[in-house]
């Protein structure tokens, strides 16, 4: 699956959008020093340059244990709970799209 962590959207408490999206970059670090493979290295590069990354569905269940720790991660909780709502959609959209492709 596609990734384009540039779009995961993060808000303030008043429901408003920051201004500096810089999650991608947090999450980029993250990845840089804290997974387990040395697999990730390349795409954390890839993350922080703003690329859109192919993960498999392990390395993204790898990621989301990661951004999920908030004492690995130190990922706020609202910035957390967009993350997944990100992640969320692309798994749905991947999941509707295989079954549209295995309709005859």
Known sequence: MKFNFTKVQTKNIDGSLVKKNTFFKV????????????????IAIQINRGEVVELTAQQIQIV??????????????????SFQEYIDSIIDADRLDKRKEAKP
């Open 27 to 42: 999450l980029a670090n993250l990845l840089y020093h804290q997974a387990p493979t040395v697999d990730f290295v390349d």
């Open 64 to 81: 989301e244990k990661l951004v999920k720790d908030p004492e690995i991660s130190g990922i706020a909780c609202h910035a957390r709970k």
